[in-house]
């Protein structure tokens, strides 16, 4: 999967499948399945690293985490997310911070939050050679200056801004968007007004394509159930049944049994010493 590929793919209505990934064995599963790109989101500080909000994750928890996403992808197009504070304070910090992210991290791309304002870092980043993702609508980031994990966009105002904030991280040299949380019509006409592609997240099914994190889509936790979550596993029952029966047999004898074991060479048992 290449950003070229990911362009064809919009002008061919071909729909585009995102899934976070935090892991190499997570990345395995997913890159073999199929799915087009991998998103290494700051998501991880919430569903990874047990934080309340992404604002703690660091760029070195990003890199050590892309690292292990690359290692165990072979298909899939890696973007890593820059987290906060790694680029708000303009085009140079966000420039170095994407270059530790693509050179020490592995990624083929970076992702940002931020409409308009951002395009002047997304244009830098851009022009260093590195591919931008933008990320408009609900920006979990500074959700709470907006009073928190809200619908955004919900009126004529608003949509314009989003709009005119698409448009300019477009000409900017974003090569997609990820519109999060926003009315099903306004995920549609961004995705109709822009020549990248715009994958949703709780923005509809009129978007060029759909990324879900993946451990919610699996029901690996099921602590938060945004309505545009659609669970395809319940995971976490499987796990903690399993963990139960494993627990069960170690306790009752039943684990490890005698095909567990390892031999040892004909007639060296009978000259172990006696303890």
Known sequence: MSVPRLREMKRGGERIGMLTAYDYPTARLLDRSGTDVLLVGD???????????????????????????????????????????SYNEGPVQAVRSATRLVKEGGCAAVK?????????????????????????????????KVGGFKVQARTAEDVAALLESGRALEKAGAFM??????????GALLSRSLAVPVV?????????????VTTDMLGIQDELTPRYL????????????????????VREGGFPGEEHGYGMEPGEEARLPEV
């Open 230 to 249: 659609k669970r395809y596993a319940h995971l976490s029952g499987t796990i903690e049944s399993a963990v139960r029966s494993y627990l069960s047999e």
């Open 200 to 212: 949703g997240i709780g923005a509809g099914p009129g978007c060029d394509g759909q990324v879900l």
């Open 43 to 85: 998501s991880l500080g919430m569903v990874v690293l047990g934080y309340s909000s992404t604002v703690y994750v660091t760029m070195e928890d990003m890199i050590h985490h892309v690292r292990a996403v690359v290692r165990g992808t072979e298909r899939a197009l890696v973007v890593g997310d820059l987290p906060f504070g």
């Open 112 to 144: 940002l939050e931020g409409g308009i304002e951002m395009a002047p870092a997304v244009r830098a980043i851009s022009e260093a050679g590195i591919p931008v993702v933008g990320h408009v609508g609900l920006l979990p980031q500074s959700s709470a």
């Open 177 to 186: 968007l990820i519109a999060e949380a926003v009315p099903t019509p306004v």
